[in-house]
């Protein structure tokens, strides 16, 4: 008996009995199968980036000459989840809508995060992660005027021009920031 076929084998009644050669092929394929999901599994929806001092500048310049709404979150904020699900809903019936996520929570905990965007129906959507142990640098390089309240939106119009929401976004204010017609229901 060969190497392998020992490592492949059953015992019965105290005796080695080798498995077959279709039973192999079978338990090798389970675990190929297995070990693939698990490979694709945790990173299909992890597209979280580090979230830099410099990466708002990236962003603006990512969208030059396109509106878009950015919008900041965590996951200890139950009025966030709130929002996300609101948006959730809306990007889900306006796929094109441009819709920026950042979180607000060390990159560190990106699992929580990516779990989170994944029930509310938004792991496609562009998303970062605060990168840097000093949170004050990374809001101030967002707004020097925010200091940390969540949920917070900013709609940039077609010239960058910003206006700014901290709390739940509302139908309306979304119908009044942007210029294209939203679907809501």
Partial sequence: MTFLNYRMARFKNGRLIPLRARTRHILLLLLLASVAFLAVSPSRADNFREFTADSFAQIKA?????EFLLGLWSVDCPPCLAELMFMGELIQLNPDLP?????????EERQSAVEFLEDFGL???ESWMFA???VERLRFSIDPGWYGELPRSYYFDDRHNRQSHSGIVTRELLESWFQRELTFE
């Fill in 123 to 125: 792991s496609g959507m």
């Fill in 132 to 134: 840097d142990s000093f």
């Fill in 62 to 66: 990512q969208y030059q000459g396109q």
């Fill in 99 to 107: 819709y920026v996520l950042i979180s607000t929570d060390p990159i």
